[in-house]
């Protein structure tokens, strides 16, 4: 693979060099451009937009200088941009080439064959990006899954110890003074849950539901007079 690569990268090379020394001749641009595409297409981590900008224009001068005449300059083209994520242009390129072909040619069959075969490796890499895509996401969902629970942990980690606060003054405290401290504090924590759940996309209309019984928790804690407290 990394001695494929290697020729490749020299038959580049050497394009790029009898291009400037022949840079009207349509068959010599394209191999250029040829030859680049399918280095590209052999690396990992796939194409930089760079290079794939520079085969393109390559790809353009050679059809513009056979004047749109020559079928697979076409389906060059429909390559670069299925690297590019493209796919319908690259589908439409291909067609373009197929459309193109003569028919009575000698070699209009292995022609039109290497056309299928690029429009089927333009659908398998329209689905790897998909695939990665739903991967991207997946990951993306599951971090901030992981972000949830975290704050979720540390929110119960702060209500536990509120609440054991607030029981050990509450036992502390006499009578009346006990009891609202005790409905603050469950006030409270109704307040911050509710809070939560609404950050977390739950029902309005629920949330209203619990800040209200919330809030009238903590009414009746802090305003209440004593001679209503049991």
């Not at 394209?30 to 520079?54: C, S």
């Not at 028919?103 to 089927?120: C, E, M």
């Amino acid at each position: 693979m990394r001695g494929d690569l290697a020729s490749l990268r020299s038959s580049v090379e050497f394009s790029r060099q009898a291009v400037d020394l022949m840079p009207d001749v349509p068959a010599v641009v394209h191999q250029l451009a040829a030859f680049w595409v399918e280095y590209l297409e052999r690396l990992d981590k796939g194409a930089p937009t760079q290079d794939l900008d520079q085969v393109e224009r390559h790809v353009d001068r050679a059809i513009a200088l056979s004047q749109g005449k020559l079928a697979h300059y076409f389906e060059t083209k429909g390559r670069v941009l299925a690297l590019r994520g493209e796919f319908e242009a690259a589908r439409v390129s291909l067609a373009q080439a197929i459309e193109l072909e003569p028919r009575t040619s000698r070699d209009y069959l292995r022609r039109l064959t290497q056309y299928q075969a690029t429009r089927v490796r333009v659908d398998l890499l329209e689905e790897r990006s998909r695939w990665f895509q739903a991967q991207d996401r997946l990951r993306k969902e599951l971090t901030e899954f992981k972000t949830q629970q975290l704050q979720l942990l540390g929110l119960l980690a702060a209500v536990v110890a509120f609440v054991a606060t607030a029981g050990n003054v509450a036992s502390q405290s006499k009578g009346a003074d006990g009891i609202r401290l005790m409905l603050v504090a469950a006030g409270a924590i109704g307040l911050v849950f509710g809070t939560f759940s609404l950050i977390n996309n739950s029902s309005v209309w629920r949330v209203g539901v619990v800040a209200t019984l919330a809030s009238g928790l903590i009414a009746t804690g802090m305003f209440v007079p004593d001679s209503w407290m049991p």
